[in-house]
């Protein structure tokens, strides 16, 4: 049982490119959520989803884009990358929204 | 606003002397209330949580908090501290109407030999 697993671990981009951090769950979750995680700042909320075709804005939507087709990923958009958006991005999935969230390993993400 | 607050950055605690990681909470209503622990390079890990009943909740790892509606205080406890408990501790909240926890700015705990 694999829980929550984000794609990449790790990645470098330049200023104005694009990519997508995908996370899988097989813990057949209803509630996915995208945080991400600055020194000081704890984690903030992206973006949200409560279901199979349904996303929402967080605390910090922009610059962000999001999409939820099959009800196991969760797939959050760059679409030009920016230096401040340099920071550890956490995936997580909940079968409600008052039980246990389980969290990714995280991804790293640095723009320069 | 921040809903959710950890007013120590770092608390420091001698092995086997008792610990307390406090959170305060401005959420209205009767929020839902949650404990996380985050191990170097690794995500966020349940500890206990608070939904309903009674004030004293216990979980993983020997750790309770206490709920404290009157102080809206939400601290984490532990009566003996481990060095393997060194580690970052998030409190975090979901309000009533909400779907997505809320978490506060995280309090680092080092428990020294």
């Known amino acids: 049982n694999a829980g929550v697993t984000q794609t990449p671990k790790f990645r470098v981009l330049k200023t104005g490119q694009s990519m997508t951090l995908l996370c899988a769950q097989d813990?057949?979750?209803?509630?996915m959520y995208w945080y991400r995680q600055d020194p000081g700042m704890g984690l903030r909320l992206i973006h949200y989803?409560?279901?199979?075709?349904?996303?929402a804005k967080g605390e910090v939507p922009d610059g962000y884009n999001v999409s939820r087709l099959k009800k196991q990923n969760f797939l959050l958009g760059l679409e030009s990358a920016a230096p401040s958006q340099t920071s550890v991005y956490f995936c997580?999935?909940?079968?409600?929204?008052?039980?246990?969230?389980?969290f990714g390993q995280g991804t790293r993400l640095t723009v320069v | 606003a921040q809903s959710v607050a950890q007013p120590e950055d770092q608390v420091n605690v001698a092995e086997g002397n008792p610990l307390t990681v406090k959170c305060t909470y401005s959420v209205s209503g009767n929020p839902y209330l949650f404990w996380y622990v985050q191990y170097p390079n690794r995500g966020l890990q349940f500890l206990l949580k608070?939904?309903?009943?009674?004030?004293l909740v216990k979980g993983s790892y020997g750790f309770e908090a206490e709920f404290n509606k009157s102080q809206t205080s939400f601290h984490l406890k532990k009566p003996s501290a481990l060095v393997s408990d060194s580690a970052l501790y998030f409190c975090a909240a979901i309000k009533n109407s909400g779907y997505a926890l809320n978490f506060g700015k995280g309090t680092s705990l080092l428990v020294t030999p």
């Open positions: 989803s409560v279901g199979e075709g349904t996303t």
């Open positions: 813990m057949n979750h209803e509630y």
């Open positions: 997580a999935s909940s079968s409600l929204r008052d039980t246990e969230a389980f």
């Open positions: 608070y939904i309903t009943g009674d004030n």
